[in-house]
């Protein structure tokens, strides 16, 4: 049973961390510099509160690892593990909020849940916003227009902040009309 479970796990994590890379793809807006808004970072958080902190964080890393078959912009490997396998790699840490999504949407709790999907999807941003800062300090400073650490600041804000407004958004509706969503499965598939 337990190893059937580590193949779904393993299976859901492929499938969600593709269905990341296609919103990354299909996306309507990106900044000329790199960056931007997108419903990449939807399938991590599913995964993550599915799964838990291994489970977003194994679908953040190969979602970001996945980009640079996809037109990345690499400068050096310490900037592509950073802007990309780590960055992403960070959203899948709204899984420390996995337990306590899972128990709010069993116990039909919908304010409780959205607040806990919120403040996942916020943690998840931040530290994804956090890693693409400091690349672009470290790593791009030379494009700065003014002093390199505001700048990184606000050009990062300029697409991250978007994107997890329109994931939390898109997290709460999808998780409280269908709290199913949290479990995983464990019937034998022969049944």
Known sequence: ???????????????????????????????????????????????????????????????????????????????????????????????????????AASQGATKTLAIYLVLGALLGSMLRYAAHVISGIVFFAEYAEGPVVAYSLGYNATYMLPSFVISAIVLVLLFTTAPRFTRVATRDIRQ
């Open 1 to 103: 049973m337990k190893s059937r479970f580590k193949l779904q796990a393993l299976i859901e994590i492929s499938l969600f961390a593709a269905l990341g890379l296609i919103f990354d793809l299909l996306i309507p807006y990106r900044l000329p510099q790199g960056g931007s808004i997108s419903l990449a970072m939807l399938p991590i958080f599913v995964m993550a509160f599915r799964h838990g902190l291994k489970g977003g964080l194994a679908t953040g890393a190969l979602v970001g690892t996945l980009q640079l078959l996809f037109g990345a912009y690499i400068f050096t490997p310490v900037q592509f593990l950073l802007d990309y396998t780590v960055a992403y790699g960070l959203v899948g840490m709204a899984g420390v909020f996995a337990g306590r999504v899972k128990h």
